[in-house]
Nanobody, 119 residues
Framework: QVQLVESGGDLVQAGGSLRLSCAAS??????????LGWYRQAPGKQRELVAT???????NYADSVKGRFTISRDNAKNTVYLQMNSLKPEDTAVYYC???????????WGRGTQVTVSS
């Protein structure tokens, strides 16, 4: 079972920036059907998609973060990143890394990293 470990969460003021990282325990990034993603869950709310990236760097973003967040991946380091700029208090949540293989039921999650944006 591949393990995903997130890091980079912190307390930041509104308007600030953070970069989250998610490192995988094995070389799964070479798999062509792998889709990596960041999700978030705020207190009392359901987990929601933030951004995804495919093996050939096709990206998808939630409307609420378009133009502010950027997802990227480093296949050599088995790491996916989420650069978050112009942070807002409503971005406060636990951010989770996700890896899934298209056309299969395989999916795995990290344990999450807390992002808190103060007003």
């Amino acid at each position: 079972q591949v393990q995903l470990v997130e890091s980079g969460g912190d307390l930041v003021q509104a308007g600030g920036s953070l970069r989250l990282s998610c490192a995988a325990s094995s070389s799964i990034f070479i798999i062509n059907t792998l889709v990596l993603g960041w999700y978030r869950q705020a207190p009392g709310k359901q987990r929601e998609l933030v951004a995804t990236i495919t093996r050939d760097d096709n990206t998808n973003y939630a409307d609420s973060v378009k133009g502010r967040f950027t997802i990227s991946r480093d296949n050599a380091k088995n790491t996916v990143y989420l650069q978050m700029n112009s942070l807002k208090p409503e971005d406060t949540a636990v951010y989770y890394c996700n890896a899934k293989l298209r056309f299969t039921d395989y999916e795995t999650w990290g344990r999450g990293t807390q992002v808190t944006v103060s007003s």
